[in-house]
Nanobody, 130 residues
């Protein structure tokens, strides 16, 4: 069963940065397309970014994070990262990662299609406030 452990969240002031980690547990994530999702308080979970397997040649960013967030992967450490820069209060919420496909390119449709998964981890909380 595909399981991930998210970490790296915390409190940060507007304009600050955080790096989130998504570590695979019990399996090798190298060939999987991995997505990051954000669930703001009182709102539905939505996909914000994804990276394709192996070299990560295909990436996707939602308009709300484009130019501020950067996704990357370190297959040797079985981990995918999400660098969050220029954080805004609306970025507050729980961030989750998920394997959204095997050998598929990234797109908002791939992220949306995986929202019904039963393999969600606990996520990591990001709070952006002054």
């Amino acid at each position: 069963q595909q399981q991930f452990v998210e970490s790296g969240g915390g409190w940060v002031q507007p304009g600050g940065s955080l790096r989130l980690s998504c570590a695979a547990s019990g399996f090798t994530s190298e060939y999987y397309t991995i997505g990051w999702y954000h669930q703001a308080p009182g709102k539905e979970r939505e996909g914000v970014s994804c990276i394709s397997g192996r070299e990560g040649s295909s990436t996707y960013y939602a308009d709300s994070v484009k130019g501020r967030f950067t996704i990357s992967r370190d297959n040797a450490n079985n981990t995918v990262y999400l660098q969050l820069n220029w954080l805004k209060p609306e970025d507050t919420g729980i961030y989750y990662c998920l394997a959204v496909g095997l050998g598929v390119s990234c797109s908002k449709y791939i992220l949306y299609g995986a929202i019904g998964s039963n393999h969600w981890g606990k996520g990591t909380l990001v709070t952006v406030s002054s």
